[in-house]
């Protein structure tokens, strides 16, 4: 117990020499076109944190940043690279407008939670072709899910032609764009639930119900994975799956499910944009959110914990590339090259650590003694 | 063997004193190897025997613990495959590694290209190769792409490829595996032409027919230790059988007199497919009945693993029945085989046995994790699980820190030991035992046997497939003889001398089987 609670601790450690590490790299940058190091990094963190309007703008990007990262790593856990969040997202996002406009005469409390099964639904399908192909045909489902991903994108512009999903209303100007969702299957925002506790946000934030909802989401996979059945099997899966056939578990049951599970969580990211800061699916709907996916649910090494906690640092990145546009006029690609940075850095470092865990932990069970006692005498011979 | 071997010019290697070992296990336990300079040089023994590790001592991948090697009488250190090969060693892999879409001249030179001036010299190489291919005899062309090869041909390649970089030994790792019977004629033709030209070779196979036919000496391995070296003129199949698969008794087990019950595991006609669509098992029917232990003896590779995987659900069924107590599960699927009664101890305890990284805890319970007593609902019950792992690591003596400890941190007999106390657990009627003990030491083998013991003490059928003759006959009631995918005798153990039933498993002779006979 006292040496788990050592390896946490250096797990801690290796993070933050990460981001160490992330931001000395991005100071050569910086001071290669000019910049003060020592003058931008603060004005980041203060233009972050002292701001009540920074710290909800990065709460609001960080909803479906989670999502995203949450999708990925379950797939991933169950040794699947599910690289089609990105398209999952987009259909997920049409399917709940759609049910959203078309859906009249509903009380919020039928039709709210039945746009957002519709996203659901419709991310799980999107994620249904690859892993049949997958499991029946041995297609890979990285090949599968990017193809996926541009019938997606097609598939979305093609609904918003006239005549489909396109509004009527707006014939004749350039918006091109679904009509708007009624009132009663908006999401609502986060203000009056935060003002019950004290808190006040500014009111032109959308930051809305899909955060706490995310984190639920984070928190109860996390749960499933360590204690469920369903988690444990998962697991063996994923450790070895020639073991987990002879233990009599069913793998291709076991993915098939994570997958469709992946896909579902896939439909929700992009519903918090749709649903609650739009109202309306548009041809600019934001797109990007699946690939980040990819890279939060690294950082986090598919812990549904740690994709809370990834998601939350990416946005935290994104926001302070503004300030540090606006305020040191800085061009925030740097912060994006910094965020590769400090992901690389977070990736090499978890491996290295990673084996040394692992050697320490195969030193320690060398010398062990027996639990208990030893009922026979005989235990390892010639030692 | 005798003594020592001297350092003379006349062996081109010599191997003295090598031991390695690994957590739990030996593989190499104080080997001495003398090859002659131009013989061929069988190296045979089971699988787990210490064939590869040897071999990866000789090519620099592993260092030895103890031990000597000497090049033409020189001692020498061999830290790499590079200086393997300045020294003259070169090996042939059993996996080719060869470019598919680059010609065989590109392949042969990949790694150690002649330039000419920052160039390619691609003339020069052809040449050389060609030169190759004239002096021994080789049938190929360097200008062909290896992707239009047959498997003859590209192992030809592997073997132009460590010619071409100076090799005076070359290693060949199991050549025939991937071999049809017509190129495997070839292959030994082209060994004796390189044999000629003075060339060593040590050729590493388990097929006795092949070797007999190919090899100058015969050097048998078991349990990392040399049996003996044997002229091949000079001995028989049987008696190299019975060298690789026999050992000294050291172990004395008891063997509890117990009547046999009714027939708890049926094998009925059973035929399993390998990869090309033959049969790999042909009409297998046996019982296995209450407080018995039934032993299948055999050379590896003659079917064994396929019927237990057949069996236990993990391999599809052509044809035929299984039945455990009485309830069909053929093609029921691993899960419910199990459930009928069922445990199995996997012949590869990394591949099927454990997830390694895993806790202790959740291997012991992987395949009991959906019984009710250790689930709420859809939820594991951890405390139940962990008083059960604490029970199961005291009975059976598994030195683990705790119960959360990955089962990769655990020595090779202790991760054999989780695999037996898990499948010991709940009762199950029959037991299936591939290899149980293989690479274990001696006090882990003990512990092994012991357990079967108990087993048929409790009632269980136990199946027990084993490379190791004397584990069969000291253990079993009965025992079959596996040849080419047939049972094709079966003896009591009093019945047969281990000099008979090497003659069954080589296929020199065969009795009809008589099924479920008293």
Known sequence: MRSSARFALLQAAALGLAILFGALAGSVILLAIDQNPLYVYPLMVRFNLARIDSIVAIFYRATPLLLAGLATALAFRANLFNIGVEGQYYVGAVAAAFVGFTVAGLPRLVHLPLTI??????????????????????????????????????????LLEPGLLRDPAQAGTPRVRTPDILPSALMPLLHSALRAIGLEIPSSSRLNWFLPLGIALCVFFYWVLRRWRFGFEVRAVAHNPSAAEAAGISTQRVQFYTFLLSGGVAGLVGLSDTLAFFGYFDIDFPKGY????ISIALLAKNNPLGVVAAALFIAFLDRGAQGVQVFAGAPREVITILQGLII???????????????????????????????????????? | MGGRPMASPEFFLELRDISKRFPG?????????AVR???????????????????????????????????????????????????????????????????VAENVILGSEPTSGGRLASAKAIAQIEALTKQYDFDLNPRERVANLSVGEQQRVEIIKVLYRGAELLILDEPTAVLVPQEVEELFVNLRRLREQGKTIIFISHILDEVLAIADRVTVLRRGRVVGTVAAKETTKGQLAEMMVGRPVLLQVTRPEITPGEVRLAVEGLTVRGAHGRPVVRDVTLAVRRGEIYGIAGVQG?????????????????????????????????????????????????????????????????????????????????????AFARGRIRDYDIRSPSTTTPTLALSGGNQ???????????????????????????????????????????????????????????????????????????????????????????????????????
Do not use: C
């Open chain 2, 302 to 386: 003659n079917g064994q693993t396929e019927l237990v995987e057949a069996i236990v659900g993990l391999r599809p069924i052509a044809s035929g029945a299984v039945r455990v107590d009485g309830t069909d599960v053929t093609r029921a699927g691993t899960g419910r085989v199990r459930m009928a009664g069922l445990a199995h101890i996997p012949e590869d305890r990394h591949h099927r046995g454990l997830a390694l990284p895993m806790q202790v805890r959740e291997n012991l319970v992987l395949g009991h994790h959906h019984r009710g007593l250790f689930t709420k609902g859809p939820i594991l019950d951890l405390a139940e699980i962990d």
């Open chain 2, 416 to 518: 054999q030991k989780v695999i037996v106390a898990r499948e010991f657990a709940f009762a199950p009627g029959v037991l299936l035992a591939a290899h149980p003990t293989r690479g274990l030491d001696i006090g882990a083998t003990e512990f092994v046997w012991r357990q079967l013991m108990e087993a048929k003490a409790q009632g269980m059928a136990v199946l027990l497939v084993s490379a190791d003759l004397d584990e069969i006959l000291s253990l079993s009631d009965r025992i079959g003889v596996m040849y080419r995918g047939e049972l094709v005798a079966e003896l009591a153990p009093g019945e047969a001398s281990p000099q008979e039933l090497g003659l069954y498993m080589t296929g020199t002779k065969r009795a009809s089987a008589e099924p479920a006979a008293g």
């Open chain 1, 117 to 158: 099964l519709a996203g659901v639904l419709a991310g799980m399908l999107w994620a249904l072709l690859p892993i049949v192909l997958k499991l029946r045909r041995g297609a890979h489902e990285v090949i599968t899910t990017i193809m996926m991903n541009a019938i997606a994108g097609a598939l979305v512009l093609y």
């Open chain 2, 25 to 33: 296990v030996v593989a190499n336990d104080g080997i001495s190897l």
């Open chain 1, 290 to 293: 699946g690939f980040l996916g």
């Open chain 1, 344 to 383: 690389l850095a977070i990736v090499v470092g978890y491996e290295l650590l990673t084996r040394y865990i692992r050697a320490q932990r195969k030193r320690e069970a060398q010398v062990a003694p027996p639990l208990a006692p030893a009922l026979a005498a005989t235990g390892e011979g010639g030692e």
């Open chain 2, 37 to 103: 300079s131009g013989e061929i040089h069988a190296l045979v023994g089971e699988n787990g025997a210490g064939k590869s590790t040897l071999m990866k001592i000789l090519y620099g991948l592993y260092q030895p613990d103890e031990g000597e090697i000497a090049i033409r009488g020189t001692p020498v250190r061999i830290d790499g495959p590079r200086r393997a090969l300045e020294l003259g060693i070169g090996m042939v892999h059993q996996h080719f590694m060869l470019i598919p879409v680059f010609t």
